[in-house]
C-alpha cells in the first residue's frame, strides 16, 4: 500500500479532524506542512493538485482529495474495519452527514471564518460574533442532551469534525461548564481519545495566534 500524504497546517481546524480520523483508523502517513499564513498553498505545485487551495489536501497515490468531510468520510470507507465511525445504516449515516454539514456551513463558515476575518484585520470584533459562537454552544448542547457523542452514542467521525472547531472557538468565548454541561462533559470524553494530541496541538496553536493579534471588542 502506497503511504498517504496529508498536507496541512495544524492551526487550521480542519486539518485537525484528518489527523484524528487517521489516528482512529491506525493509518500511517507523511505530513507535509502548509503554511497559509505564508500563503504556501498558492504555490503553482499546489495549485496543480487542489485548484481550490484549501488545507487539508490527502494524496493517495494519483487521487488528491480536499474537504475534510470528503476526506474522513474516504479514510473510513476505504480503510475502516468496520463502519462506526461513519454507519452505513441510512439514517445514521444521515444523522452524522447533518453534523458534518452543521460543522461546514454554521460552525466553521459562519462562527469561525467569518470571526477570523474581523480579528485578523481589523482586530475590532463585533458583539454579534460572539453572540453566534454562544448559539453554537447552545446547539451542541441541545445535540448531546440525550446521547454521549455528537451523532449518537459511539464515536465518528463528525466527533473529530466539531471538536476541532469547538476547541478552537475557546479562543473567543470560554466554555461554561455550569451553563453547557453536556458540551463540557463531551470536551473531557474526547480529550480522553488516546491520540487526542492531534488535536490539542493545534488548538493551542490557534488561539495563541488569535491572542497575538490583541483583538477588542466592538463597545
Not at 77 to 92: R, V
Amino acid at each position: 500500500m502506497e503511504k498517504l500524504s496529508l498536507y496541512g497546517f495544524d492551526p487550521s481546524p480542519p486539518v485537525r479532524p484528518v489527523k484524528l480520523a487517521l489516528a482512529a483508523l491506525q493509518v500511517p502517513y507523511d505530513f507535509i506542512e502548509v503554511n497559509v499564513i505564508k500563503r504556501e498553498q498558492l504555490s503553482e505545485e499546489y495549485l496543480k493538485k487542489n485548484p481550490q487551495h484549501t488545507v487539508p489536501m490527502l494524496e493517495d497515490g494519483e487521487a488528491c482529495i480536499w474537504d475534510s468531510h470528503a476526506i474522513m468520510a474516504y479514510l473510513v470507507s476505504k480503510y475502516g474495519k468496520d463502519d462506526s465511525l461513519y454507519p452505513k445504516d441510512p439514517l445514521q449515516r444521515a444523522i452524522v452527514d447533518q453534523r458534518l454539514y452543521f460543522e461546514s456551513g454554521v460552525v466553521y463558515a459562519d462562527a469561525i471564518r467569518r470571526t477570523n476575518t474581523y480579528v485578523f484585520t481589523t482586530k475590532v470584533l463585533p458583539k454579534e460574533r460572539l453572540e453566534a459562537i454562544v448559539e453554537v454552544y447552545n446547539l451542541m448542547e441541545s445535540f448531546l442532551m440525550n446521547h454521549d457523542y455528537i451523532a449518537g452514542d459511539h464515536l465518528t467521525i463528525a466527533d473529530f469534525s466539531l471538536i476541532s472547531s469547538i476547541s478552537s472557538l475557546v479562543a473567543y468565548v470560554k466554555i461554561d461548564s455550569s451553563k453547557w454541561k453536556k458540551l463540557s462533559a463531551w470536551i473531557k470524553r474526547m480529550e480522553k481519545l488516546p491520540y487526542y494530541s492531534k488535536n490539542a496541538i493545534g488548538a493551542e496553536q490557534f488561539i495563541a495566534l488569535v491572542k497575538n493579534t490583541n483583538f477588542t471588542v466592538e463597545a
